[in-house]
């Protein structure tokens, strides 16, 4: 099956640092990668798709000044919390999408960032 | 726009019982996908079972099937003969206009 990896699965930074989280896909190509955040004991929430090659397309409320994402190649995405707070501390999960019937997207194991 | 709920925020089930977690959705999307997902505390997100909205018969895969009303706009998962280790999170979620929306969620506890 289709394997996506994340690192680091955890991190704890001070606040003010910034943390950069990628998201590998390890035997397959995607073209599309989605970056989500769950709060805990929440869904969770599409922060933004990201396409290779291309600007990243972030959701409403979503700052893409703060939440930097680099699709770089096709195996490889990166989302930085720039001068990360600690309300931004949250479980991050990256998936890939791998197109077909159906579409179907491969989750990453997510990346716990705690900002003290 | 499209909307996604689950109205169950949690539920206890006895071990070897069969449990129905409710789905229902909105979307105007004519073609779409509706997907359940397991997370255990560990985190992961553990695909499931899918349902397209075109497809004529209910999915099953394993001990998982979707009971899926087009018509009602609902696509529940059934369990059967739960095990302990069932014990997670469970999100229904649809895939229309390119994107992927999770329900809330609903936290299942298997009991012995």
């Known amino acids: 099956g289709a394997v996506v990896s994340q690192h680091p699965s955890w991190v704890i930074c001070k606040s003010g640092t910034s943390v950069k989280i990628e998201c590998r896909s390890l035997?397959?190509?995607?073209?599309?990668m989605f970056w989500y955040r769950q709060f805990p004991k929440q869904s969770l929430m599409l922060m933004a798709t990201?396409?290779?090659?291309?600007?990243?397309?972030?959701e409403q409320g979503v700052e893409k000044d703060k939440f930097l994402i680099n699709h770089a190649s096709l195996t490889l995405s990166t989302l930085t919390v720039t001068s990360a707070h600690p309300e931004d501390s949250s479980f991050y999960i990256c998936?890939?999408?791998?197109?077909?019937?159906?579409?179907?997207?491969?989750f990453g194991p997510g990346t716990r960032l705690t900002v003290l | 726009a499209q909307k996604i709920t689950q109205t169950q925020p949690g539920m206890f089930v006895q071990e070897k019982e069969a449990v129905t977690l409710d789905c229902t959705y909105d979307?105007?999307?004519?073609?779409?996908?509706l997907f359940w997902y397991k997370q255990p505390s560990s985190g992961e997100m553990i695909f499931l079972i899918y349902?397209?909205?075109?497809?004529?018969q209910n999915a099953t895969e394993g001990r998982y099937s979707l009971n899926f009303q087009k018509a009602r706009k609902s696509a529940n998962l059934v369990i059967s003969a739960s095990q302990l280790g069932d014990s997670a999170m469970y999100f229904c979620?649809?895939?229309?206009?390119?994107?992927?929306?999770f329900g809330a969620g609903t936290q299942v506890v298997v009991t012995p």
């Open positions: 998936s890939a999408r791998v197109a077909g019937v159906p579409d179907t997207q491969y």
């Open positions: 035997d397959f190509q995607a073209t599309t």
């Open positions: 990201s396409n290779e090659g291309s600007k990243a397309t972030y």
């Open positions: 979307t105007s999307d004519p073609s779409y996908g």
């Open positions: 349902q397209g909205s075109y497809d004529q």
């Open positions: 979620a649809m895939y229309g206009w390119g994107k992927l929306q």
